[in-house]
C-alpha cells in the first residue's frame, strides 16, 4: 500500500521449482509476477511511469493518460488509473486480443479503435491518433514506455531487489522475456550496479526485430517488437534466445503439467530457452525467471489445441500423448 492508501505493486512470491528439470541438478527459481493484480510484470512498468509523470507535475491528479497499448501495459495502466484518480485512454487498432480490451473497459478506461489506413501502417495510426487525443485534451500525457527511464527503473528498484533477497542473492543465470526491454534493461541495471556475475539471457520471440533479429508473422502478444525501441539500445544481454511461437506453446504446457503454474507465451519462450541451455550448464547452476503473466488471457490460443494446430500447423494433443507414452519423436 503507498502512504496515500492507494495499492502499488505487490512484492510477488519466488517459488523453487522441482519438477521442472528434474533430474538435471539444477536449482529454479520463478518469480510469480502472474499475481500481480492487473496480471503482470506491467503493474510495476504502469507504477513506475505514473509515480514519475505525478512527482514531475506533468500529470495532475484528476488528468489523463493516452497511451497507444492493446496489451498488459493497458491493462495495468488502466487498474493504475483507477487508484490515482486518472482517466484513461487506450488507441488500439483492429487486431488488438478482445479479452485485453475486456479488462481495461472493466476499469473503466475508454477505447478508441483507429481503423487501418490504406498503406496498411496500423502503428502510424496510432500514433497519430494519440497525438491529436493529447491536442484535444489539455493536459493530457502519454508514457513513453519504449523510451522512458522509468520503465527500465521498475525492475532496478523493485522487480530485481524483490528476486535476488529470496534467492539469497546467489543466481548464475537469469532470464527474461522482451518487448519495450524495459525488465530486461532494469534487471541489467541492477546486476552491474551490484557488480554480480550472473548471466543475462534475453528471451525474444521469432519474427522480433529486437537484437538484430529479422521482422516476421507474431501472433502470440507480450513478447518481442516490430520496432528497434530506444530502450533496447542500451541493453546488453549476455545471450540472446529466439524462440518459435510453436515452443512457446510447448513451454506453456510443459509448465501448467510439471509445475502447475499457468503462464502466458513469453514465459512459455522462457522455458524453451531453458530447456536449450540447461544441459550445457555445470550442475548445481542457480536459475531463475520472471513469469510475466498469467495464462487465462491465452486459454483460446496457447492452450486450445484446434487454435496450435489450425495457425502453427502442429499437433500438439498427439504429442502430449506420445510424451506420456514414452514415444514423443521430438
Ligand atoms: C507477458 C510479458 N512478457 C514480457 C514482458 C517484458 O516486457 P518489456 O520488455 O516491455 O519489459 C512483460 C512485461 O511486463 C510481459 O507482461
Redesign the pocket.
Known amino acids: 500500500m503507498h502512504s496515500d492508501g492507494t495499492l502499488n505493486p505487490m512484492s510477488s512470491p519466488t517459488a523453487k521449482l522441482h519438477r521442472l528439470f528434474e533430474g538435471s541438478g539444477m536449482e529454479v527459481f520463478a518469480k510469480l509476477?502472474l499475481l500481480q493484480l492487473s496480471g503482470?510484470?506491467?503493474e510495476?512498468?504502469a507504477n513506475s511511469l505514473i509515480t514519475s509523470l505525478l512527482a514531475s507535475g506533468r500529470l495532475q491528479p484528476g488528468g489523463m493518460i493516452v497511451e497507444s497499448t492493446s496489451?498488459?501495459?493497458g491493462i495495468a495502466l488502466a487498474r493504475q488509473s483507477v487508484v490515482r484518480g486518472i482517466r484513461f485512454i487506450a488507441v488500439v487498432d483492429e487486431n488488438a486480443n478482445r479479452s485485453a480490451l475486456d479488462i481495461m473497459r472493466a476499469y473503466g478506461a475508454r477505447i478508441e479503435q483507429v481503423q487501418t489506413p490504406s498503406d496498411g501502417n496500423k502503428l502510424a495510426a496510432r500514433r497519430q491518433r494519440v497525438q491529436e487525443l493529447l491536442e484535444k485534451n489539455p493536459g493530457a500525457v502519454t508514457t513513453n514506455?519504449y523510451g522512458s527511464p522509468d520503465?527500465p527503473d521498475a525492475?532496478f528498484s523493485t522487480t530485481m531487489p524483490e528476486f535476488m533477497e529470496a534467492v539469497d542473492g546467489k543466481l548464475d543465470l537469469l532470464f527474461?522475456?522482451?518487448?519495450?526491454?524495459?525488465?530486461?534493461l532494469g534487471c541489467q541495471q541492477y546486476l552491474r550496479h551490484h557488480q554480480l556475475e550472473t548471466t543475462l539471457v534475453a528471451v525474444d520471440s521469432v519474427g522480433s526485430v529486437l537484437f538484430g533479429g529479422e521482422t516476421g508473422q507474431r501472433r502470440l502478444?507480450?513478447?518481442g517488437a516490430g520496432i528497434v525501441t530506444e530502450?533496447s539500445l542500451q541493453a546488453e544481454p549476455d545471450v540472446v534466445c529466439r524462440i518459435e511461437e510453436i515452443d512457446m506453446v510447448r513451454g506453456c504446457r510443459t509448465l501448467a503439467r510439471r509445475e502447475g503454474i499457468l503462464a502466458?507465451?513469453?514465459?512459455g519462450a522462457i522455458v524453451a530457452a531453458m530447456e536449450q541451455l540447461v544441459p550445457g550448464l555445470t550442475a548445481g547452476s542457480r536459475i531463475g525467471f520472471?513469469v510475466?503473466?498469467s495464462g487465462v488471457p491465452y486459454l483460446h490460443t496457447v492452450y486450445d489445441d484446434q487454435w496450435v494446430h489450425n495457425n502453427l500447423g502442429v499437433n500438439v494433443a498427439s504429442e502430449a500423448a506420445s510424451e506420456l507414452q514414452g514415444t514423443n519423436p521430438r
Open positions: 509476477d503482470s510484470t506491467k510495476r512498468t496489451g498488459n501495459l514506455q520503465n525492475h527474461v522475456a522482451t518487448s519495450t526491454t524495459g525488465t530486461l502478444p507480450g513478447l530502450l502466458g507465451a513469453s514465459t520472471l510475466h503473466d
